[in-house]
């Protein structure tokens, strides 16, 4: 195990900004309390270093060493291996760990990235395409969704690190 460097774009265009998917391994990181420090790519201009690590061009990855890994979800399950804080040692622990890892990739992110498009893509109001995602999501995903996770996180604190210099990473 190495050095931590995660490697996002310079620069995104402005509807999808704060939503890239280096958002989730920052707060993984944060969590943890491993050292990294984050590099960039260019967005407009994606060399073949690029496409060596992450096949499709896209971010972010992880670099640990000399191994390198693309996919948001591999990355969290790398850093989950690393620290105890992400990722208890106990099997029942690392069940829970596994079992919201990936929901949060399928039953959450599988369920919003189309009604994401279709925002991003300027296709909202009375558009059919647009009603019936947003229907899917807010009737019937989100509706199960948001007592469950009320319940769990009640009482817990959502970033429990602080920053070196006493700030806090986000608020809690
Ligand atoms: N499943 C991948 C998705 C990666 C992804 O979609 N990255 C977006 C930013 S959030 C990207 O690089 N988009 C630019 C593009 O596709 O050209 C992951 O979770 O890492």
């Known amino acids: 195990m190495g050095d931590l460097t995660l490697t996002t774009f310079d620069w ?3 509807m999808p900004r ?6 989730g391994v920052r707060w993984a990181l944060e969590e943890s309390g491993l050292p990294y420090h984050v590099e960039s790519v260019l967005f407009r ?3 073949p270093e690029h496409f060596v690590h992450q096949p ?5 990855w992880l670099t640990d060493g000399d191994i390198s890994i693309f996919e948001s979800g591999a990355i969290l399950l790398h850093l989950g291996n690393r620290s105890d804080a992400l990722m208890p040692a106990d099997p029942r622990g690392r069940a829970e760990v596994l079992e919201w ?3 949060a990739l399928n039953s959450v992110e599988a369920a919003s990235l189309p009604w994401s498009i279709l925002i991003f ?3 909202t109001g009375d558009a059919p395409a647009y009603g019936l995602m947003d229907s899917f999501l807010k009737d019937h995903r989100l509706k199960h969704m948001e007592p469950v996770l009320a319940g769990r996180m009640a009482g ?8 070196p210099h006493g700030r806090c990473a986000a608020p809690h």
């Open 56 to 60: 499709f061009g896209q971010v972010p």
């Open 18 to 23: 704060g939503y890239v998917r280096d958002l």
């Open 121 to 123: 893509s300027g296709i």
């Open 45 to 47: 201009d994606r060399n």
């Open 156 to 163: 817990r604190h959502l970033l429990r690190r602080r920053h």
């Open 101 to 103: 890892l990936f929901a």
């Open 12 to 14: 995104v265009p402005e």
